[in-house]
């Protein structure tokens, strides 16, 4: 089975808040990313946690762990037209070796 | 442009053929990843270099795969005798590791190579 996961489609209204969950397995799991892919362009670190902290928040994002359930989310406040895109959730052990959900893809609608 | 490149955006080739990629890295940074990602999937771990050396190959990584950072700079991903499975995208990254600090060595990707094997 996947070692991340998440859901693949969430569809939001302009301004509306988004939440993009993903769960994981691997309880040794040290670092938590989310990153953001536009088309056409790479992969884009938006926010990262270490397993130690519950909440980072960062403007409009707000990333809460959950390390006994090994749930992560990430919420999206005000959420744009511009914020459409895929969001993939990642996890590490070390820094070396991250590993990947499938991606999230968000559509906002105006 | 100081980001990470890579070289070609897109390849077709025929079942059979070998392809070579090039990757760029942000000048200053010391370590190169190689990530495949398919259709609807998240990116793989592939390889990656610190500074030269290769350090970890992931077991995706078959015998007709090979991956170099000569320079330290620089990095090719050759596939040998493609198959049509190898059609994906592969992804270049790379970041400072900087020991001792605790601190996350964030991975700049670039825009991906996209390979068709007909």
């Known amino acids: 089975g996947e070692d991340v996961e998440q859901s693949l489609f969430l569809s939001v209204r302009e301004g509306d808040s988004s939440v993009i969950n993903c769960t994981y397995t691997d309880s040794s799991s040290t670092y938590l990313y989310w990153y953001k892919q536009e088309p056409g362009a790479g992969l884009q670190l938006l926010t990262y946690i270490f397993s130690n902290m519950d909440m980072k928040q960062d403007q409009r994002l707000t990333v809460l762990l959950n390390k006994k359930d090994k749930h992560l989310s990430l919420r999206i406040a005000d959420t744009q037209t511009g914020d459409s895109a895929i969001y993939f959730c990642a996890e590490s052990i070390v820094i070396k070796d991250m590993r990947f959900g499938a991606g999230t893809r968000l559509t906002v609608k105006p | 442009d100081t980001g990470v490149s890579q070289d070609p955006r897109h390849k077709i080739t025929k079942r059979g053929q070998n392809v070579t990629f090039r990757c760029d890295p942000i000048s200053e940074h010391n370590r190169l990843y190689w990530y495949r990602q398919t259709l609807g999937q998240g990116p793989e771990f592939l390889t990656y270099?610190?500074?030269?050396?290769?350090?970890?190959k992931s077991r995706l990584l078959s015998d007709r795969f090979s991956a170099e950072r000569p320079k330290g700079s620089f990095s090719t991903l050759e596939i040998q005798r493609t198959e049509q499975g190898d059609s994906a995208m592969y992804l270049c990254?790379?970041?400072?590791?900087?020991?001792?600090?605790?601190?996350?060595?964030?991975?700049?990707f670039g825009p991906g190579t996209r390979l068709t094997v007909l």
């Open positions: 270099f610190q500074n030269e050396a290769q350090l970890e």
């Open positions: 990254a790379s970041s400072l590791e900087v020991s001792g600090t605790g601190l996350i060595n964030e991975q700049f």
